[in-house]
């Protein structure tokens, strides 16, 4: 009997999983199409599907629109055009940039797209739930074998995706663009050799990756997700590069597979767990992430993939490096003088004249900027990008939360010790995620994160849970008691004044030597007897444990832990791409990534040009978009415009001193 | 004992067999050539020995010590110099900062604690062990200049002056001709052996251009197809039959 309910429960599963799986695999394709024609890890895919579901929504939810009309808007026009019009305005551009850039760029993307999309349309002014499908009476149910029950939804859910890979194969078997499209997917190069028109290709496989993200999206609307946010959406493209990963980036069916597999694992894994343990209450909808963390640190081959180049790639021109203009040093330094002029005036007067709201403003500012001399570290130094930011300052605040409660601990030393901690945890993570390099190690801690958020956050030994107060106390120091707006402003900013001075010292030392040395070439590195993991732990440790003492000051100003506002995974995309858009090579760089992330929005955006907080985000996508054409980050590009201008008119003063001198003997 | 024996060294990629039974012998000081035609494999043995590439089979003994496992930057502490045949450099680093990485991974006493105590600058002693370097190759005035903004020829000296800064008891280079013109060439190949005699460490010189082989080295190894052909002094090998074939054979035409 037992055996017959096992049996029973994993056709059950295997049953419920084939339909959310056939969207995954149509995902999977989808995302691996452009990856391949572009050298693009799409990660707006999400945004993509969020797009054409709310236009769905909106068009056959709230105005009652006919479903195939909906339906053709929605998935049949937008989405492609969507497709087309990135790909002509963004995508294109970035074929010879560096992989962070195309990262940045996408990330930037998948922020600001939903949040665009929101603005022109107006769309969360109402409730959000309720979503349906592509038929009627979508809830209705049939038996298969008159045993295991399966809704018209899921039938529908299916067949439409099935019917969407068999068009995509028959494209690629029958037609001309298709064929062309497949030479792109195997080798880019050879195919532009051959005068085949990549541009057209590529465009066509944008907007076909873009309608298989629409319809997916509207499809996954009447089974797995039941409210229109761009959260919900993001599990997508998560689900897409681990189906994508399974198939090593290099295979479209394998992708297939790769995409039922998940879809089953899906159903089949939960089956298996405690449902009322910890994991098995959270595990569902953070599976993808596990997945995909599993799938990128135990597949062999991974790294591999990732080297294994087109065929062609020996006539690629050498990348592109980002090219530093080469000034004197001491203009550079005078072109220092206003940002610093600008700070310490800031300082003065938060001290003297800002009320309250202003100083913690300010000083979340403060704290901020520290957090992000993390991304200077890993990524300004380092070269590498970590997108579980976030997990660290929650580690950091944890460890305040935790050490205060139970043990009385001071809140200055319980900071001290969460950085510690963070950076433990950090060189712990980095064991099996550095050698994935690149892009991969970029996922690979995207997927941490949300592990983290879904997961790890529940524990009690971990987070507060539900029923505690996560209130925390503002630390004391011999007789100085930092309870005061005033003290705790200047604390951090001496602790700011520290920690910038930490990272410097890094900056010029061994550590920044072997940091860029790696970056320019890691195998001329090697070659030289460095060891590349070693620095490399080094970086991600010392950056974690930045971030979590940020993290810890953060919650120590706002005297509550706050998870869900401060340290949601999202935002650490957001932070990540902010600073690199502004400036992430240098200390002050961080700075005034702090200043423009906190004070920004509230300042020049709200009280200013009275606009929604939405808009920031919108600009701030622009601002990633705009990365691309300035890798070395805005504020950077801004500022050696004006030392090279300053520059020049030092080298004409000689010029014409050297002139004169000349004349006279003359 | 010969500075460097590998022996019986087989690779495979896929269904090719890019090795098969390739060995070679260096003693200390000596200069070595390893020619053959283009796809000989030349590349994947110098791999091989340096432990980019892991070979299928065989053993290689450096200086009286085995390294088949050892990673490639623990063999380049050894004693393996190299520089690249598509060149490899540091973007953003200048000339002589080139020299200041080397220079501290071969001395191992940066680290990240003497970082936070502000002791992780070079020292005048580091910068003058580079200097000392930077002049031997006449890169003086240079020194400051970004690496992004040199020519192939000097990127090519870089990379040596890299190399010599862990000071190396076996040089490696892997076609270090290509990109260059026969001046710039000729004045690679004199600045070369005019360190090689002052420092007297050994090289070996993969190339696929007999000419710059034929007047820089003592002796030569003939290799096509993944497999050992001939070996002797360079000058015999210049003139065999099978060195023809070799370049000839393959349609390649022999270079001049
Ligand atoms: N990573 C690799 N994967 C598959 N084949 C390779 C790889 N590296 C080299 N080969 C093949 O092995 C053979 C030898 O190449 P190589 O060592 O580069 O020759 P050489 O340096 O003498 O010109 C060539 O046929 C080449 O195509
Ligand atoms: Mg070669």
Partial sequence: MLAIGAVDEFVQAVIQGLPVGSVYALIAIGFTLTYKTSGILNLAFGAQAYVSAATYFELHVRREWPIWVSLLISVGILAPLIGVLLNQFVFKNLRTASPVARLVVTAGLMVALPEIFKIVTDFERESVFGAVGIVPDGKIFYRIFDRYPITRDEIVQFTVAILGALILFALFRFTRLGLHMRGVVESPRMTELRGIDAEKVSSFAWGLSSLYAGLAGVLLCSTSITTIEPGSFFQLVIVAIAAAALGKLVSLPLALAGGFFLGIMNTILPTYITPTSIIGQNLGPSLPFVMLFAILVFMPGIKASKESRDPMAAVDPPTDTISIAQVSPWASRIALIPSLLMGVGIFIWVLTSADQFWMLLFTEAVIYSIIFLAITVFTGMGGQISLALTSFGAIGAFTVFQLTKNFEMSSLLAALIGAALGAAVGALLALPVLRLGHIWLALATLAFAFFFDAVMVKFPWVGPTSMQTAEIPRPTLGGLDFGNDKSFFLLCVVLLIICSLFVSALKRGTTGYMLQALRGSEVASQSVGINPTRWRIVAFAASSGLAAFGGALLVIGQESVNYGSNFAPLTGLFWLVLVITLASRRVSGAIQGGVVFRVFPDLILIRLLHLAPQWQFALFGLGAINFSKHPEGLLEYSEQKSVRRFDRLISRFNARKQASKTEVPS | ?256
């Fill in chain 2, 1 to 256: 004992m010969s500075l460097l024996h590998a022996a019986e060294i087989g690779k495979t990629f896929g269904s090719l067999r890019a090795l098969d039974e390739m060995f070679i012998d260096i003693e200390a000081g000596e200069r070595v050539g390893l020619i053959g035609p283009n796809g000989a494999g030349k590349t994947t043995f110098f791999n091989c020995l340096l432990g980019v590439l892991n070979p299928d089979s065989g053993v290689i003994v450096f200086d009286g010590k085995e390294v088949n496992n050892l990673p490639v930057y623990k063999r380049a502490r050894l004693g393996f110099g190299r520089t690249f045949q598509r060149i490899e450099l540091f973007s953003g680093l200048t000339v002589r900062e080139h020299l200041v990485v080397a220079e501290r991974s071969r001395n191992g006493r940066g680290s990240f604690l003497r970082d936070l105590i502000w002791q992780g600058s070079p020292s005048k002693a580091e910068l003058a062990a580079c200097d000392e370097v930077v002049e031997l190759l006449g890169l003086g005035d240079i020194r400051h200049e970004l690496i992004d903004s040199l020519s192939l020829g000097k990127g090519r000296l870089v990379e040596i002056a890299r190399a010599l800064m862990v000071q190396p008891k076996l040089l490696l280079l892997d076609e270090p001709s290509s990109g260059l013109d026969v001046q710039e060439t000729e004045a690679f190949a004199e600045a070369l052996l005019r360190i090689q005699q002052e420092r007297k460490f050994a090289i070996l010189l993969v190339e696929h251009d007999v000419d710059l082989v034929s007047s820089f080295t003592q002796r030569a190894y003939l290799m096509d197809l993944g497999r050992h052909i001939i070996n002797g002094a360079t000058s015999e090998v210049m003139k065999s039959e099978e060195l023809r074939r070799a370049y000839l054979g393959d349609g390649e035409g022999a270079q001049q």
